[in-house]
């Protein structure tokens, strides 16, 4: 006995040192800077030739010192990652058709911050006279200066600082199309559902798509009201981009049969896509979208099917008995 608790008090003893170790490892990953940046998004409408001025505002949260370059760069955004942007090497950024980093004047160039201060510095924005109406893009980045040019992936040690998403005025065109809107699978046992909607940007300026989906069900009740782009993500000028919607009832079964109006949730469904995009005159615009899935709940069916099968059995065997004994008392 005393062995077996010796041999238990070591492997307690090494777990334990263990958790502190990784606890430890934990610990220290978090105290990295930790950067947070006024403004997050700056909208602007410029005309051309004009200029604008404003100042940015950085604080350094974390416990270490930071000292991180600055990176003038334009952007586009990831497809399935609507609100993210994605900074564009300078090789990128030279052929890009929208690129407003030419436009942008800082004089800071290297950005270094003791743990918990805050740094404050101007910048301004000269549109260029003959700039053509429509959207323009560019974004503050901060890369950390201990990384060398030699190093591999320089771009993805990028951090995001503030973005600016600037309209030039003049003739600027509105306009989305709705390439795709589907549930990722045809069939589901149960809700939740997840709704896939694909959107490509077909005017010259950034737009923010918005609206509702509405879910009826097979009698042509309306059981569920999503909305959609409810974060008023961006699509920037020609620009694809994927939202993802999900409807669910929660985790009680008769919740996903049956919703608290006591309508039915299963069976085959449909749902319209409704979405505004036009903020300029001559006003609000909006498309439509369908598309159709069924909520069939098959183990459910499959057990009351079972249970219907086993009374049948169960009841001719019982009238066979009753006449069986009736016959034999003749």
């Avoid at 399935?80 to 004047?105: C, H, I, L, Q």
């Avoid at 709940?297 to 009841?315: A, E, F, G, S, V």
């Amino acid at each position: 006995m005393k062995i077996k608790r010796k041999i238990k008090s070591i492997f307690f003893i090494i777990y334990l040192i263990s958790f502190l170790i990784l606890n430890t490892k934990g610990i220290q990953a978090q105290e990295g800077a930790n950067i947070t940046y006024s403004p997050v998004v700056e909208y602007l409408s410029l005309d051309p030739g004009s200029n604008y001025s404003g100042s940015i505002k950085i604080t350094n949260m974390g416990n270490n010192y930071m000292n991180y370059e600055v990176n003038i760069l334009p952007f586009t955004s990831f497809p399935d990652k609507p609100g993210v942007p994605r900074p564009m090497s300078a090789e990128k950024a030279e052929t890009y058709a929208y690129n407003a980093s030419k436009w942008f004047g800082i004089t800071v160039k290297n950005l270094s911050l003791d743990p918990l201060s805050v740094s404050d510095f101007n910048y301004t924005i000269t549109v260029p006279k003959d700039a053509s109406p429509g959207g323009y893009y560019v974004g503050i980045f901060f890369k950390d200066a201990s990384i060398s040019i030699e190093d591999k992936n320089v771009e993805a040690t990028l951090i995001g600082g503030p973005i600016f998403l600037i309209k030039v005025s003049g003739n600027v065109v509105e306009g989305i199309d709705v390439l795709e809107f589907k549930t990722n699978k045809y069939f589901y046992e149960y809700n939740p559902v997840d709704f896939i909607t694909t959107i490509q940007n077909t005017g010259n300026v950034h737009v923010v798509p918005r609206g509702d989906i509405e879910v009826m069900n097979m009698c042509g009740d309306k059981v569920a009201t999503l909305s959609f782009n409810k974060e008023k993500y961006n699509i920037l000028r020609d620009t694809t981009n994927i939202f993802e919607n999900k409807w669910d009832e929660g985790d009680n079964l008769l919740s996903k049969l049956i919703n608290k109006d006591k309508k039915i949730l299963f069976g085959r469904m449909k749902a319209k896509l409704v979405v505004l995009y036009r903020s300029e005159n001559p006003g609000y615009d909006y498309k439509t979208a369908y598309t159709t899935f069924w909520i069939i709940p098959w183990k459910l069916i499959l057990i009351l099917l079972i249970i219907i099968i086993i009374c049948i059995i169960l009841i001719r065997r019982k009238r066979k008995q009753r006449g069986t004994g009736k016959y034999i008392k003749e």
